[in-house]
Structures are given as C-alpha cells and as structure tokens.
C-alpha cells in the first residue's frame, strides 16, 4: 500500500521560504512510471497544481508559481520537498502531495494534506 505523508511549518510570517516534506512509503519515488505532484487548495478555494517531479528528477512548474517554486527530493529518505519562496497571504492553502502514474494518466494516490498559514 502505497502511503504519501505530508508535513509542513504549519504557520508562518509573509516572505520567508517555507519547506514542506512529503514522505513516500510503498513505493520508491525514483520508480517508472511515477510522478509524483504538489497541489493545493487555498480556503473556500478549488484544487491547483504546483508542480511535479518525474521519476527521473525532472521538474515541472505550473506557470503562475514557476518564479517562486522549487521541487526537490532526497532519493536515500524517499521524500519530497515543496519551496515556496516569498510567500504572501495569499498562499494560505492546504498543500497536497500526490502519485501520479504517467502510464495511465490518473493520480491513483493522496497524501491527506498539511495546513500552511501565512500571516503576520
């Protein structure tokens, strides 16, 4: 069974750079034909894509957060890691990782999601 853990800084001050780690167990992120997605869902909001990270470590940003947005992972622990650099206010969200199988075009996998709140 495929597991996707996140956890996150929780709330933080605008500006700084927030790192969210997802822990896979399961499978290997470096497994084809894997993805694996950060998405996130800003209150009263609908679901938006921040970007992947190919099994071969190949990155993928959504263009609105390009600037801003580093996916990275660390293949020895099987984890993600979402930054998200001058952060505002506005991306208060709860933030979401996810398997996505490049075989069959579907995310067949959910990590529960993990609450970050930026606020002065």
């Known amino acids: 069974q495929v597991q996707l853990q996140e956890s996150g800084p929780g709330l933080v001050k605008p500006s700084p750079t927030p790192s969210l780690t997802c822990t896979v167990s399961?499978?290997?992120?470096?497994?084809?034909?894997?993805?694996w997605s950060w998405f996130r869902q800003p209150p009263g909001k609908g679901l938006e894509w921040i970007g992947d990270i190919l099994d071969i470590g190949n990155t993928y940003y959504s263009p609105s957060l390009n600037s801003r947005t580093a996916i990275t992972r660390d293949t020895s622990k099987n984890q993600l890691t979402l930054q998200l650099r001058s952060v505002t206010p506005e991306d208060t969200a709860v933030y979401y990782c996810?398997?996505?199988?490049?075989?069959?075009?579907?995310?067949?996998?959910w990590g529960q999601g993990t609450q970050v709140t930026v606020s002065s």
């Open positions: 996810a398997r996505f199988r490049s075989s069959s075009g579907w995310i067949d996998y």
């Open positions: 399961g499978d290997s992120i470096t497994t084809n034909p894997n993805w």
